[in-house]
């Protein structure tokens, strides 16, 4: 862990000897002359989920796509520091781009199923990844459906539209399109915030049972969430990593005042730097 920009925000020794499957050292982003992240570290365990809380504008969903380049497409966006993805520095010219969004997946806060039908729709990576056989196709689909725990509901609509699903079944469709590619993380922004309480529930243990395969960094404004699903969890405030440490410890005993307030809701929402 490198000590470069101040105080570490992870306490020394809670990931060592481990391969994170993330980390970022010295990460800034600005968004044009606007500071969107400062300075900050962090490692994201293999196999276990860690949730990223923090008040909205603290730069949950900027830092999250630093770990897939999707910051790549913003105007006037600029990343220092470093990224690493499952031991490839993010940024680095040899990095392959597919490569690295295939291997670190994403599923939004708002579902976006493209018109077509539900089949399709989980393929749609795979035909990017020029996989044409049909039955390749019908066995990858399959297994990511069941994969995402939808597909006992949708296994007699496969070719009907996506778009007449539920919410939570089309939240669980785009788990099922990020799996089908057989990424090695999965970033969850948000991706509870649209569901009803059983959709909700039926989610976080869809998230626990992944823990086996994938790494998981969610980002959740729903803090008994955090505590239900995630090993770790890190807390952001105005830019700042400002905690990481297990679960247990930062709902339990965290170190920082900061961090209290902020999950026994005694924060101000004034998330920006
Ligand atoms: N595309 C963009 N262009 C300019 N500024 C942006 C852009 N995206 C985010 N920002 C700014 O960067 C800061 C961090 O935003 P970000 O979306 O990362 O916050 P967040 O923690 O995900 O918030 P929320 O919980 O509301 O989703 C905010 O001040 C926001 O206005
Ligand atoms: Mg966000």
Redesign the pocket.
């Known amino acids: 862990m490198s000590a470069v920009e101040g105080v570490s925000a992870m306490p020394l020794g809670l990931l060592d000897g481990l391969d994170p499957a993330l980390e970022a050292h010295g990460l800034s982003l600005d968004?044009g002359q606007?500071r969107?992240l400062d300075s900050v570290h962090l490692q994201v365990p293999r196999q276990r989920v860690t949730a990223l809380i923090?008040s909205?504008?603290?730069?949950?969903?900027?830092l999250l796509r630093c770990f897939n380049r999707l910051n790549d497409e913003?105007a006037g966006c600029r990343v220092l520091g470093t990224v690493r993805a499952l031991g490839l520095d993010a940024y680095a010219n040899t990095t392959s781009l597919p490569d690295l969004r295939r291997r670190v997946g994403m599923v939004f806060q708002k579902p976006n199923p493209f018109p077509q039908s539900v089949a399709e729709n989980v393929a749609f990576g795979l035909r990017l990844a020029g996989i044409r056989s049909r039955l390749e196709l019908d066995d990858r689909v399959e297994a990511a459906l069941r994969a995402a725990v939808l597909w006992d509901e949708v296994r007699d609509r496969l070719g009907d539209s996506a778009l007449a699903l539920s919410a939570g079944q089309q939240q669980r469709l785009m788990i099922a399109r990020a799996l089908a590619v057989e990424p090695e993380v999965l970033l969850m922004d948000?991706p509870a915030s649209m569901l009803d309480p059983i959709s909700t529930l039926r989610f976080e243990e869809l998230v626990v049972a992944l823990r086996e395969r994938y790494s998981v960094l969610l980002v959740t404004?729903n803090m008994q969430q955090a505590a239900r699903v995630a090993d770790y969890t890190a807390f952001m405030q105005a830019g700042r990593l400002l905690e990481f440490d297990t679960t247990d410890r930062i709902f339990t005993n965290p170190r920082l005042r900061g961090t209290e307030d902020y999950i026994t809701g005694r924060m101000r929402e004034s998330?920006?730097l």
Request: charged share 20%; net charge positive.
């Open positions: 968004y606007r969107a923090g909205s504008g603290c730069g949950k969903s900027s913003i948000e404004h998330g920006g």
